[in-house]
């Protein structure tokens, strides 16, 4: 015992850091354990989920097949055609919501369509319709099996980036990138926002349409793979991604015939837009998390969407449901005189990025990416390293150069997140709150835990009854 009082002491601490920071300031060296207590209130939900013997196999299922998911870009083509959508049929991002309950920037977005559809003459005849919901109505892009950036409005005439995985035989589709500022997804639709989609209709679709189909699939997933080891995170910057696009779909766009001008004007307006491949990164990433979906008992994330107003989440052992609550405005950077005022809340599909291991959960990638959303850059090697907390495996495609390259922590789990407290993070566009205005920065935010509570109480009600001690 005198032995073991002489030696020199080896301390542990786990909780509040006030212990541990005195005994730094006397060098004494100290261990400490980051350990939280389970979100208050989850403590029986938890036992329940944690008890289901199908939990473990399903997980490693569920994670499994998000790992072998591919994605291969196959054609370009006008949403009517993918998926049949008529006149006054729109799609928007997030959960399910009414025009009562809209953000600015979803009521913006649908007045954009609507007057790109010909539907109405002014704005205000088309903020009409919308809120009279005469011969219109519209649905979550996750409910037809994709997605849609921001406000992530698609309508009849817009086009489609069309994405199958070889691997599951199972396809997803995005909107194409109008770029950054005042444009539709952010709510803008001013007359040079509609000329812009028409545009894109009459001469970037068929173009690309046309490039695709000479050149063959595009391999999405090998392109992320490599943007990720050159400096993009996949959510708000895909420079690296962008210029590979381009260089693979270049030679087929000028040997296609069209017109050397309109092939100019395509080739100029994908070149300068850094985000345009984030409109490939994001249909990927949902073949990704559907290859994980409806696997009973799977505490798996497949989707965190949100629409401006509601953050949703759906879960692969509860399928289609819906667990949303109020959303976060993000903190960051803003744009000219625009300020957090100006700011609405979380709004897009575009977190789907997160939901595969990229966006916030891979700015170690990309510490460019912190003076765009703000932060610094230990904050970003911080954030990747804690995503893994909450995450069952590492995809070794998305391998991180920084982290000796570790893969992208994947497979957000309820059960994680409620156990430990930790909310993933995502970055992102920031919209204005007024429908119109367009986007006025870029930051940093969080899902509000109610969604990850509320999917595991429903979890514990779909668990089979606990086993009796014998």
């Known amino acids: 015992m005198t032995d073991l009082l002489g030696a020199e002491p080896r301390v542990v601490s786990a909780g509040v850091d006030l212990f541990a920071a005195a005994l730094a300031a006397q060098a004494v060296p100290v261990t400490t354990v980051d350990w939280r207590p389970p ?66 920037p979803l009521r913006g977005a649908l007045i ?6 010909g539907l109405a003459a002014t704005p205000s005849e088309a903020e009409a319709l919308l809120a009279a919901g ?24 817009m086009w489609l980036f069309e994405l199958r995985d070889p691997a599951h035989d199972r396809t997803a589709w995005c909107s194409l990138n109008e770029g950054l500022g005042t444009v539709l997804r952010y709510g803008a639709y001013g007359p040079d926002v509609i000329e812009r989609l028409r545009w894109m209709a009459s001469v970037l679709g068929p173009l ?13 997933k090998a392109i992320v793979a490599q943007m990720v080891q050159m400096g993009d995170e996949g959510h708000n910057r895909n420079r690296a991604g962008t210029l590979m696009l381009l260089r693979d779909l270049l030679p087929a766009l ?48 497949t989707t965190m969407a949100r629409n401006g107003t509601d953050f949703g989440i759906q879960v692969s052992g509860t399928g289609s449901a819906w667990f949303t609550a109020p959303a976060n405005t993000p903190e960051g950077l803003y744009l000219g005189a625009y300020g957090p005022d100006d700011a609405n809340p979380d709004i897009g599909d575009s977190a789907i990025t997160e939901t595969i291991g990229l966006g916030g959960f891979a700015m170690a990638a990309a510490p460019a990416i912190v003076r765009f959303v703000g932060g610094s850059v230990p904050d970003a090697l911080a954030t990747s390293r804690l995503m893994y907390e909450i995450t ?79």
């Open 208 to 220: 690309l349409q046309t490039a695709v189909r000479r050149r063959g699939p595009v391999d999405v």
């Open 39 to 104: 979100v208050a209130g989850t403590e029986d939900a938890l036992t329940r989920v944690l008890a289901d013997p199908r939990r473990p196999d399903a997980n490693a299922l569920a994670l499994s097949r998000m790992l072998e998911a591919g994605a291969e870009l196959v054609d370009v083509r006008p949403a009517r055609d993918v998926l049949g959508l008529e006149p006054g049929q729109f799609l928007h991002a997030g959960p399910p919501i009414t025009w009562e309950r809209a953000s600015g």
């Open 254 to 301: 000028v040997d296609s015939g069209a017109p050397s001008s309109d092939v100019a004007a395509a080739v100029e307006f994908v070149g300068g837009n850094d985000h345009f491949f984030l409109n490939l990164v994001m249909p990927a990433g949902k073949l990704q998390t559907a290859a994980a979906a409806d696997l009973p008992g799977s505490t798996v994330v």
């Open 392 to 470: 069952l495996g590492e995809n070794p495609a998305y391998a991180i150069p920084i982290l000796e390259f570790r893969g992208a922590p994947t497979g957000i789990d309820v059960t994680l997140v409620a156990r430990t407290g930790v909310l993933p993070q995502i970055n992102t566009g920031i919209a204005g709150r007024v429908a119109g205005t367009g986007q006025v920065g870029a930051g940093l935010v969080q899902p509000p835990m109610d969604c990850f509570t509320s999917a595991l109480s429903a979890l514990a009600a779909a668990a089979p009854p606990l086993s009796a001690p014998e």
């Open 134 to 157: 005469d011969g219109v109505q519209w649905a979550p892009c996750h409910d037809r099996g994709g997605v849609g950036p921001m406000a992530g409005v698609v309508s009849p005439s």
């Open 112 to 117: 954009g369509a609507a007057l790109f559809e």
